[in-house]
């Protein structure tokens, strides 16, 4: 079975970093596109960021793009969200997904349970 | 970037009713639409990909039509898990962009 299992989430000042991961299970993980997704509280869904199978491609939402860093380390079947510089509005329910088939652009098909980022000083 | 928009933004419905969600493109997404129904307190899941193909393990009562940029979501004789909200999401190009969210109630 596929699984998805973030980590990382907590409490912090603003200005400051946190870093997520995310430990994968059940597929080959360096086939596939990985990305974050983000819900603030009470808010709809927001794409943070994609990155490939090889991390060939990788895409920012505006909103992080130069504050956040998504890497992945297909030897430990891992996926990370560095996030520096946090601000308020950073303050979400983070969801490590993946995407359906091993082609690029796919729809969401496997979501983890989420990890909680608050940013609050 | 590519706006979503849904609506309506809260559909009120009965056990049994057939409803329909609406989301438009800001330009053409060609099928790269997707679904998602999320549960309070859950992550989403899949519902439809592609404009119209069911995602694993999801009942024949939820159907996807739409191509370019109106697609819609339908949901023939509602369950009571099916009181969600739900999430259409261009994935055509990036930044992958989701529609408002559609909260269905019970009337």
């Known amino acids: 079975d596929v699984q998805l299992v973030e980590s990382g989430g907590g409490l912090v000042k603003p200005g400051r970093s946190l870093r997520l991961s995310c430990a994968v299970s059940g597929f080959t993980f360096s086939t596939y596109t990985m990305n974050w997704v983000r819900q603030a509280p009470g808010k709809g869904l927001e794409w943070v960021s994609s990155?490939?199978?090889?991390?060939?491609?990788?895409y920012y939402a505006d909103s992080v793009r130069g504050r956040f860093t998504i890497t992945r380390d297909n030897a430990r079947n891992s996926l990370f969200l560095q996030m520096d510089n946090l601000r308020a509005e950073d303050t979400a329910i983070y969801y490590c997904?993946?995407?359906?088939?091993?082609?690029?652009?796919?729809?969401?098909?496997?979501w983890g349970q989420g990890t909680r980022v608050i940013v609050s000083s | 970037d590519i706006q979503m928009t849904q609506s309506p933004s809260t559909l009120s419905a009965s056990v049994g009713d057939r409803v329909t969600i609406t989301c438009r493109a800001s330009q053409t997404i060609h099928s790269g639409l997707a679904w998602y129904r999320q549960r309070p307190g859950k992550a989403p899941n899949l519902v439809i990909f592609k404009a119209s193909t069911l995602g694993s393990g999801v009942p024949s009562r939820f159907s996807g039509s739409g191509s370019g940029t109106e697609f819609t979501l339908t949901i023939s004789g509602l369950q009571p898990d099916d009181f969600a909200t739900y999430y259409c999401q261009q994935y055509n190009v990036y930044p992958y962009s989701f529609g408002q969210g559609t909260q269905l109630e019970i009337k």
């Open positions: 997904v993946r995407e359906d088939t091993a082609v690029l652009k796919q729809a969401f098909a496997y």
């Open positions: 990155i490939s199978g090889r991390s060939s491609y990788i």
